[in-house]
């Protein structure tokens, strides 16, 4: 077992809310997590995938009231939104009765925004939470390139060898494809959304280019938006804006688009090992995802991620907007010597960052030039980390 970090926040939540929502993809943990909750308090467990629980809310006010002293974990909740209204009556009648918090918990496989849409009616009750896959701060540092070539969903990571690993996240792939993702809406070829999945895998972190995916695919640009969107709202696949700045310079402006989990992003690409992915021409751009994921889950709330491009070639992988006000610049190099280009300078001199970051993967923090340190995976997470408690303890 490895203990999550997110479990004492999520914890603390139900403390402060009377519902917490807990999303992020299939198999990523959630359900494990919840259920370590649940062996602290009073709880129920309910999967709407599991037409036995189903029928136990075929009436839910009268079931769920019957249960106003537990805590009820409802999985897969984003399966029946019309549930947030009824929750919402249920959580304003506990609250009369003198129980503030900790009254729900909804686990989900679908994204925050969708989430919030459906559960708009809960403001002021909810607290969101997304759980990524296994990050380097919940792993021994010596077992980072394994999560970097395995992935981060736990039973990806913890396989007895590579080849169980790739078989695994084969096998999660098929079954995104060909029974979570009809569930949700229109129906979408699976073997279209697979090709358009791995063409993304082929392009992980460049700039949309919708009438390329379009053409390969032949589809129009409004079906490309459409399967984007789709793979975005179930957490499999990131869109990284550009950073918008008060500058003379003429800046790019279409998204970077990276497929979130490393381990998913190698299965696409038919990379079963070690060998094979730093052999191939994305092994680059696959750790560059990898840093900014793990970046991003040690992140502070509210922060605002994005890159920084000019026509010209000036060019910063990641800027954080922090809730301080301080901006990050994060460039992200592969090698044990990392060199900056021009460009990274040039784009540092127009944002002009608080600090400046060069991710590598050595294990020693150094100075490079102008106050910008080069620094490992493991440290700059516990940095953001750090930053995000010191953050939170202000506000």
């Excluded at 060019?315 to 592969?334: G, R």
């Excluded at 102008?370 to 506000?395: G, H, P, Q, V, W």
Aim: hydrophobic share 40%.
């Amino acid at each position: 077992m490895i203990q999550r970090r997110l479990e004492n926040i999520v914890t603390t939540q139900l403390g402060l809310f009377p519902a917490v929502a807990l999303l992020g993809p299939r198999q990523v943990g959630k359900t494990t997590l919840a259920l370590d909750i649940a062996a602290q308090r009073p709880s129920i467990y309910l999967d709407l995938e599991n037409p036995h629980d189903v029928e136990k809310l075929r009436e839910p006010v009268l079931y769920l009231s019957a249960h106003a002293d537990k805590l009820v974990i409802i999985d897969e909740v984003q399966r029946t939104p019309e549930l947030f209204q009824i929750l919402r009556g249920l959580i304003d009648q506990n609250r009369r009765r003198g129980k503030n918090a900790g009254q729900f918990l909804l686990l989900g496989s679908a994204s925050l925004e969708l989430i919030r849409q459906s559960g708009e009616s809960l403001a002021g009750r909810i607290a969101y939470e997304e759980l990524y896959p296994l990050q380097p701060l919940e792993i021994p540092v010596n077992q980072i390139e394994q999560l970097w070539s395995r992935g981060g969903f736990p039973d990806s990571f913890l396989a007895l060898n590579d080849e169980q690993s790739f078989t695994w996240r084969q096998n999660f792939i098929r079954t995104y494809l060909e029974r979570d993702i009809p569930q949700l809406g229109p129906r979408i070829p699976a073997e279209t959304l697979r090709r358009f999945w791995t063409m993304l895998a082929h392009n992980q972190g460049e700039l949309l280019n919708a009438a390329k995916l379009a053409a390969g695919l032949a589809v129009d640009g409004k079906t490309v938006a459409r399967y984007l969107d789709l793979l975005v709202d179930l957490l499999l696949v990131r869109r990284l804006m550009p950073y918008i700045h008060n500058t003379k310079k003429r800046l790019v402006k279409s998204p970077r688009i990276y497929v979130r989990d490393s381990g998913i992003l190698h299965a696409l690409l038919n990379l079963s090992n070690w060998d094979n992915i730093l052999g191939h021409p994305t092994a680059g751009d696959s750790w560059e995802g990898f840093v900014i994921e793990s970046i991003l889950c040690n992140a502070p709330e509210r922060v605002i991620a994005s890159f920084y491009r000019t026509t010209g070639g000036a060019e910063i992988d990641l800027v954080l907007e922090l809730p301080n006000n301080e901006i990050w610049a994060i460039e992200i190099k592969h090698s044990l010597s990392p060199t900056l280009e021009r460009g990274f300078y040039e784009a540092c001199a127009d944002i002009n960052p608080h600090k400046a970051f060069v991710v590598y993967s050595g294990t020693e923090r150094y100075q490079i030039k102008n106050n910008i340190s080069a620094i490992s995976l493991k440290e700059i997470c516990i940095l953001m980390n750090d930053t995000f408690t010191a953050i939170k303890k202000i506000s």
